[in-house]
């Protein structure tokens, strides 16, 4: 595959859970939980992604059916179905598994109301199931901050923002941070937001390095060296129920997820402790 430094990247010594969120749609989200996730699998590594979005776009661009009879990350939340009842592999790369989402979670945010413990039942989901045997669990969340992103915040030891390189960009990410700090003072403490990655560069405007330049300053080394440009290839992949990385492998979408996907690997490496 074109972009590849070395066939195996280093695998992490526990598996990593990392969440994805953003509440301000269209930022990249799903996008970057699909293509992160297929460039680790292809290089190694064991990948689960939970598709935490309704709209379940993770699950179509992973090639998984998803329509509402499936059984999906739904029943996990509000039946306690096992995770390991609704887990499936994707057809297009070995090692990269799904936990599928349909739109019978549409309802869930109301339906968790009412259930005990109702921050917390993903994290009891995954601690009931043997993600040792996964090096990355990647969630994929909706884009709100209610309490599927809560879920998903306490379920997972990182925190990845992606961030798109434009206009109101910053606009809503303090209320995204305060919202990570209530969850690490009263939920989960291990929380760790551990990786900002830049977004939908598009390298011919000012704005876009000055976004980039903002984002640096203010959030540091966490900021992924790599951006990921503006790609048609990237937006077209997942009508063909595939990640861009399979898609169209030589793409600058593509290598852009590559090299980020790569970064996120070579740093947590034994780090995220």
Request: proline share 6%.
């Amino acid at each position: 595959m074109a972009g590849r430094r070395e066939r195996d990247w280093p695998r992490p010594d526990h598996c990593r859970v990392i969440t994805i969120a953003n509440q301000k749609g269209g930022v990249g989200k799903t996008t970057s939980s699909v293509n992160i996730a297929a460039s680790l699998a292809l290089h190694g590594a064991r990948v689960l992604v939970v598709d935490l979005d309704p709209q379940g776009n993770a699950s179509t661009a992973l090639g998984i059916d998803h329509h509402a009879e499936i059984p999906s990350i739904y029943d996990v939340l509000i039946e306690d179905t096992p995770m390991e009842d609704i887990v499936v592999p994707s057809p297009e790369i070995p090692n990269l598994h799904c936990a599928p989402a349909t739109l019978n979670l549409a309802g869930a945010e109301i339906e968790l109301v009412s259930k005990v413990a109702r921050e917390s039942r993903l994290r009891r989901a995954l601690d009931s199931y043997d993600i040792a045997k996964f090096d990355y669990v990647l969630i994929d969340c909706p884009p709100s901050l209610g309490l599927l992103t809560v879920n998903a915040l306490v379920g997972a030891d990182e925190l990845l923002i992606p961030i798109q390189c434009e206009y109101y960009a910053l606009e809503g990410l303090g209320q995204l941070i305060r919202t990570v700090d209530l969850v690490k003072a009263h939920l989960n403490p291990k929380l760790n937001v551990s990786t900002i990655l830049l977004t939908m560069y598009d390298a011919r405007t000012r704005l876009a390095a000055q976004v980039a330049e903002d984002v640096r300053a203010h959030f540091g080394e966490i900021v992924l060296n790599t951006v990921i440009p503006r790609s048609v290839r990237v937006s077209e992949a997942p009508s063909y129920g595939q990640s861009v990385i399979t898609y169209d492998p030589g793409s600058s979408g593509a290598l852009a997820y590559s090299e980020a996907a790569s970064e996120i690997a070579h740093r947590g490496a034994g780090a995220a402790k």
